[in-house]
T-cell receptor, first 112, second 111 residues
Framework: DQQVKQNSPSLSVQEGRISILNCDYT??????FLWYKKYPAEGPTFLIS?????DKNEDGRFTVFLNKSAKHLSLHIVPSQPGDSAVYFC???????????FGKGITLSVRP | DVKVTQSSRYLVKRTGEKVFLECVQD?????MFWYRQDPGLGLRLIYF???????EKGDIPEGYSVSREKKERFSLILESASTNQTSMYLC??????????FGPGTRLTVT
């Protein structure tokens, strides 16, 4: 049973526009959520996180929104840049020190 | 800067061989993890460890074992490699209450 779902396998966006990457979860015990970015032949790098006591966290061009009632989070990238082209993984844990459960990832392509 | 290193970037082994994948982190992190990444399946947790000599099974531990004799080193062992263990293997470490830092990965091919 997949507890973290990234239902769209890919997204293509024009440079300068907004990228919105979605993630849904089913486990109501999850209270800490992270986004990772992965380039080919490299390990994932941590991008941004949010705990369940917040509904928004912002870091530069990246903002994560959390809707606990809908068990949904999204990553917004504004403005999108070609260097943002990568695979993005959503991850969740029940407690910040617990193991992470990852989604399958979404491939973002930003067109120049 | 946190650094997580993995012993090999690319590895080719034969079916039935015993395979050791080594991971070392230099930031005194308590927690260490082994994942595999496969197309369409995302990252799946194999084993993790919250302390020296401690290990916990992840979601897909079958066919694997681990060893953590020192805090900075976490080894993944494939006792008898099989072709379905061909994958990208990723090691990660973390302090309590913080996100995980990943190594560059080892692309293992079992022929």
């Amino acid at each position: 049973d997949q507890q973290v779902k990234q239902n769209s396998p890919s997204l293509s966006v024009q440079e300068g526009r907004i990228s919105i990457l979605n993630c849904d979860y089913t486990n109501s015990m999850f209270d800490y959520f992270l986004w990772y970015k992965k380039y080919p032949a490299e390990g994932p790098t941590f991008l941004i996180s949010i705990s369940s006591i917040k509904d928004k966290n912002e870091d530069g061009r990246f903002t994560v929104f959390l809707n606990k009632s809908a068990k949904h989070l999204s990553l917004h990238i504004v403005p999108s840049q070609p260097g943002d082209s990568a695979v993005y993984f959503c991850a969740a844990s029940a407690g910040a020190n617990s193991k992470l459960t990852f989604g399958k990832g979404i491939t973002l392509s930003v067109r120049p | 800067d946190v650094k997580v290193t993995q012993s090999s970037r690319y590895l080719v082994k034969r079916t039935g061989e015993k395979v050791f994948l080594e991971c070392v982190q230099d930031m005194d992190h308590e927690n260490m993890f082994w994942y595999r990444q496969d197309p369409g399946l995302g990252l799946r947790l194999i084993y993790f460890s919250y302390d020296v000599k401690m290990k916990e099974k992840g979601d897909i531990p079958e066919g694997y074992s681990v060893s953590r004799e020192k805090k900075e080193r976490f080894s993944l062992i494939l006792e008898s490699a099989s072709t379905n263990q061909t994958s990208m293997y990723l090691c990660a470490s973390s302090l309590k209450d913080l996100g995980q830092y990943f190594g560059p990965g080892t692309r293992l091919t079992v022929t």
